[in-house]
């Protein structure tokens, strides 16, 4: 559906995206996840036609519609486009916004759906009325229809959702899924949330210095990360540093079985906050924190702070080992009460453990 090969781009001299590569397949919704800045509007505009490429090519279905040599019209491509800042034309209404640049024939052949998107949405009743009388998430809404207004095959999402309180932002790309699935639309969504990412797409790219690091699925990226970077991107971690020796590792939290190949090597560990657990000291826990299926450590805990969050609570944990002090953070599932100063039992779940050369 859509192919990036080897894509070079630079402004002002910088080099911005580097030998860039990645592929999405029909009726694919992909996510591409990255630092601020390291490139991803860039690739949508690259991708839509709105900026000329310098170096690589680009295909949408099957055919060449950028490369140093050839580049397709916007309108020739057959996309949509959600920009990070909507970009609605202010002197137009909500719905001459939406039906801009098509004819009243295709019009006549969208209205009604159209009309069905914004039911859904719920936004029908602002269709007379003008951009700035919307709030920045109304906005947001308008642009996704928009983008959906004359069919096209593929869509980009430039963070569109990042203006929407959380309840509608839930809402609103649970709707979008459906809609996408539904009139076998692909769609590229650039977004900062690896929950939205997990939640919306069949595979995530993750970019770093100017280049896919890490594509796959989302289960493959959270399960198989290849870096504390892409470790990183789903979640709090907490890093230590080690060295190996005859297979393991050892650290404040416990020993962890690590490849041979890194048998005396410096390796950083790394460890999800979801993948430690936090036990009130008492012989009834005892039980618990030594299941054999977790990793014990050796040292026990002192809780700094522990605070709710929304269906977890997050345990702020202080190891004392020798005269130094590991600043540890837990996130256990539930609603969980700890005072301050408690001594806990830590232990952790090694399939969340991931071991990298340093
Ligand atoms: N038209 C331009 N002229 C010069 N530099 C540009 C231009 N557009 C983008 N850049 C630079 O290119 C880099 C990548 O920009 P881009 O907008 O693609 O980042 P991004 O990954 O979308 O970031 P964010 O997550 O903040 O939206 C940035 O350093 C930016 O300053
Ligand atoms: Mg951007």
Known sequence: MLEFLNISHSYNK??????????????????L?????????????????????????????????????????????????VFQDCALFPHLTILQNIFF??????????????????????ISRLSEKYPHELSGGQ?????????????????????????????????????????????????????????EAMFMSDKIGILNNGSIEQFGSPIDLYLRPKSAFIAEFFGEINVFEGIVEDGSVNTVLGTFKCPNKFNNKKVKIVIRNEAINVFAENKLNLKKYKQPEFVTSPYFGYV???????????????????????????????????????????????????????
């Open 101 to 122: 640049g098509m004819t009243s024939i295709e019009i006549e052949k969208q209205k009604n759906k159209i009309e069905s998107l914004m039911k859904e949405i719920n």
């Open 139 to 195: 906005q947001q809404q308008v642009a996704l229809v928009r983008a959906m207004a004359s069919d096209p095959k593929i869509i980009f999402l430039d963070e569109p959702f990042s203006n929407l309180d959380s309840r509608l932002k839930e809402k609103i790309r649970d709707q979008m899924l459906h809609i996408l699935r539904e009139h076998n639309i692909s769609a590229l969504l650039v977004t900062h949330d690896p929950e």
């Open 33 to 81: 996840l990255g630092p601020s800045g390291c490139g991803k509007t860039t690739l949508l505009k690259l991708a839509s036609g709105i900026e000329k490429l310098q170096n690589g090519e680009i295909k949408l279905n099957n055919e060449i519609v950028s490369s140093p040599n050839i580049h397709l019209n916007t309108e020739k491509r057959d996309v949509g486009y």
């Open 304 to 358: 700094m702070e522990a605070r709710l969050l929304a269906g977890s609570t997050l345990v702020h944990l202080s190891l004392k080992v020798n005269q130094s002090n590991f600043h540890i953070h837990a996130k256990i599932p539930g609603l969980n009460f700890f005072n301050t100063n408690e001594k806990v039992f830590v232990s952790s779940d090694p399939s969340q453990i991931f071991v990298f050369k340093q």
């Open 14 to 31: 910088q080099k911005i995206l580097n030998d860039f590569s990645m592929k999405l397949e029909y009726g694919e919704v992909v996510s």
